[in-house]
């Protein structure tokens, strides 16, 4: 079968939810060989065996490690020139998406982002895109070079397959003009005990309707082991972190289930979170747009709404 390679997205040798998913469409394709990139391979190896990785190859280099995304882009190009593989995943993360653009432009391919799926085609690969935050769905195949596809963030359920896991060292050459971004510091952002906001299965997000109030929303999160998000509204008001918003200029989130409250789902929000698979929304103004793209809502004040929901789930719960 065709060799598929499969960029890691990991934390040190953590390896994110996001990699298994894509090990999980590339088996659809053909043979997945995961490309590793960075330190921490050893407390990397069990995942990708258990998600069917055939090979690793390991790029290990300060050249790569010590820089922003230019040399990754580099080396993951020189991988491509000597092992021709049927199609390259990335995770359509911000880093996954340009070193999927710098890799297009340096082997002459063409590129999909934000899949949803991905299939095999007639000599190469047919990815499905939700786009236009979600009004529309496209198919789409990349007919030239080698098919470069970012995949979105819960777009399949990940299957456990033993695979062989053999590794490979990879020496690459990373050229000057690469390295001319290099990262000084870097300070892991706070933990909070919950999920990844891009990779969670439930997503809980506060708006101006929440005042700056975000304990009824961390609260109901909590309880459903959720990631907490928010709308630009709060952000911008210096309610909640950047790093949590969810929108056009923030981050886009798939997750099974969206709950927005006190959001009233402008065109920004709705391009961040409208390919969830099922989304509630509680606002108290009956006539807020959010309403015409729920599955299930809540005319109240979250204030009110969501202590009540919190006590329910935790009722059932115990």
Known sequence: MSEILVLVDHADGSVRKTTAELLTFARRLGTPSAVFIGAGIESARDALRQYGA??????????????????????????????????????????????AGRLAIKTASGLIT?????????????????????????????????????????????????????????????????????????????????P???????????????????????????????????????????WYPHAYQIGQTGKTVSPQLYVATGISGAIQHRAGMQTSKTIVAINKDEEAPIFELVDFGVVGDLHTVLPAATAQVQARKG
């Open 196 to 238: 990844e906001l891009t990779e969670a299965a439930i997503v809980v997000s506060g708006g101006r309707g929440t005042g700056g109030n975000f304990e009824p929303v961390e609260q109901f999160a909590d309880t459903l082991g959720a990631a907490v998000g928010a709308s630009r509204a709060a952000v911008d008001s210096g």
């Open 54 to 99: 055939e090979r690793v190859y390991v790029v290990d280099s300060p050249d790569v490690g010590d820089y922003l995304v230019a040399p990754k882009a580099e080396a993951l190009a020189q991988l491509v020139q000597r092992t021709g593989p049927a199609a390259v995943l990335l995770p359509s993360n911000a880093e996954g998406k340009e070193i």
């Open 114 to 194: 934000d899949a949803v799926d991905v299939t095999p085609a007639d000599g190469g690969v047919a990815a499905t895109q939700s786009v236009f935050a979600g009004s529309y769905t496209v198919n789409s195949a990349v007919t030239h070079g080698t098919p470069i596809v970012t995949i979105k963030p819960n777009s399949t359920t990940p299957e456990a397959v033993e695979g062989s896991a053999v590794e490979e060292r990879v020496d690459v050459t990373i050229s000057e003009l690469a390295k001319t971004a290099r990262v000084v510091e870097r300070k892991p952002r706070e933990a909070t005990g919950r």
